[in-house]
């Protein structure tokens, strides 16, 4: 049951910093909890993306979650062997994901 109740809380404060719906980077304070929950979770990139203003994409969110990282990790890995950019990904999702 402790588990759970830490899975729960986990996940809402995840889901608390999920991303906006829009095409411009937001603004907001570089630096603070997030980005550091952020820089723990994902990495040095994502943490200075973060703090550039850039969101994170729903495939970077389940990363974290057990076995389904694993198939979110042959995604990406199936997406960059096929050739795909950055740009690429910023044309078709949006500008504020990179």
């Not at 995840?14 to 997030?34: M, Q």
């Amino acid at each position: 049951m402790k588990r759970l109740i830490i899975a729960v809380l986990l996940a809402g404060a995840l889901l608390s910093l999920s991303p906006a719906n829009s095409d411009a980077k937001v603004s907001r304070e570089p630096g603070g909890l997030p980005a550091f929950i952020i820089g723990c979770c994902w990495g040095l990139r994502e943490g200075t993306e973060w703090n550039e203003g850039a969101d994170m994409h729903w495939r970077e969110w389940l990363r974290i979650v057990p076995y389904v990282n694993i198939v979110i990790g042959i995604w990406d890995g199936v997406e960059c062997y096929q050739g795909i950019t950055a740009h690429e990904w910023a044309k078709k999702n949006g500008a504020n994901w990179y």
